[in-house]
């Protein structure tokens, strides 16, 4: 029988999350930048959360329509 894979730190998660977050901020703050050149980074602060919550929305929705497939013909 072989051995299960060793599960990965959570210190090791959190710290790979928080690197996917800031490249994710950095391109919408690119993005801001370039649609708002006259704004400065207390705007882009300010409706960031609201860009995070949109974000994890579509990707919710992406996951779930992917994984459609998977209920089908079930009764749940």
Excluded at 59 to 74: V, Y
């Amino acid at each position: 029988m072989k051995n299960p894979k060793p599960t990965r730190s959570v210190s090791d998660l959190i710290a790979r999350v928080d690197t996917m977050i800031a490249y994710w901020k950095y391109i919408a703050e690119v993005n801001f930048k370039q649609s708002n050149p006259d704004s400065n980074q207390a705007e882009f602060e300010r409706i960031w959360p609201k860009t995070m919550d949109n974000f994890f929305l579509a990707e919710t929705i992406r996951t779930a329509n992917a994984l459609r497939h998977l209920s089908r013909g079930r009764e749940n």
